[in-house]
């Protein structure tokens, strides 16, 4: 049973760069044909999905936050990172990764999602 | 990248039929087999209900059913339990990025 963890600090001042890690277990995350992406999710409002990586390192962008945006992959530590730059308190929000498969993109597996702040 | 668009509320008693309804456009909804749906419970992650359009992963009641027509997608609950009681969200693949997601609807159990 694949498994994600998201980590990483729950409160980030304005203009910097917010920094998450998303921990696969119960499987390689270089295994299959996957995609792994990030979303996220202000308090009381909708799905947004930030974007994407596969194991090879290429990646796909919301073209919204494309510009601010990093995904980026350690396979030797099964894991995948998230860097938003320039945050401001609009993105506060609660950020989950979650798993995909490449081709049809739905969403099969979830992290439980972290709560991120961004406060002076 | 507009969001798909989706009623903001919808309600039903137990034992009714429920449709949530999920409108794109030809570059999203319309043009590909690959809408999903989604249940978020509160303080919970979205769990996968439907998938490319009608297909249901293990485990999923086949009370959930999905569907399509044009550029609106529908969810279909029918015999709803108070457990379905929670909000509900549609994605599709589009051609400008690969994932758009619906704004969301609150489903309500009378």
């Known amino acids: 049973q694949v498994q994600l963890q998201e980590s990483g600090p729950g409160l980030v001042k304005p203009s910097q760069t917010l920094s998450l890690t998303c921990t696969v277990s119960?499987?390689?995350?270089?295994?299959?044909?996957?995609?792994w992406s990030w979303i996220r999710q202000p308090a009381g409002k909708g799905l947004e999905w930030i974007g994407r990586?596969?194991?090879?390192?290429?990646?796909n962008y919301n073209p919204s936050l494309k510009s601010r945006v990093t995904i980026s992959v350690d396979t030797s530590k099964n894991q995948f990172s998230l860097k938003l730059s320039s945050v401001t308190a609009a993105d506060t929000a609660v950020y989950y990764c979650?798993?995909?498969?490449?081709?049809?993109?739905?969403?099969?597996?979830w992290g439980q999602g972290t709560l991120v702040t961004v406060s002076s | 990248q507009s969001a798909l668009t989706q009623p903001a509320s919808v309600s039903g008693s137990p034992g009714q039929s429920i449709t949530i309804s999920c409108t794109g456009t030809s570059s999203d909804v319309g043009g590909y087999n690959y809408v999903s749906w989604y249940q978020q419970h509160p303080g919970k992650a979205p769990k996968l209900m439907i998938y490319e359009v009608s297909n249901r992963p293990s485990g999923v009641p086949d009370r959930f059913s999905g569907s399509k027509s044009g550029n609106t997608a529908s969810l279909t609950i029918s015999g709803l339990q108070a457990e379905d009681e929670a909000d509900y969200y549609c994605?599709?693949?589009?051609?400008?990025?690969?994932?758009?997601f619906g704004g969301g609807t609150k489903l309500t159990v009378l």
């Open positions: 119960g499987g390689s995350i270089s295994s299959g044909s996957y995609y």
């Open positions: 994605s599709s693949y589009t051609s400008s990025s690969p994932v758009v």
């Open positions: 979650a798993r995909s498969d490449g081709a049809t993109v739905h969403f099969d597996y």
């Open positions: 990586i596969y194991t090879s390192g290429s990646t």
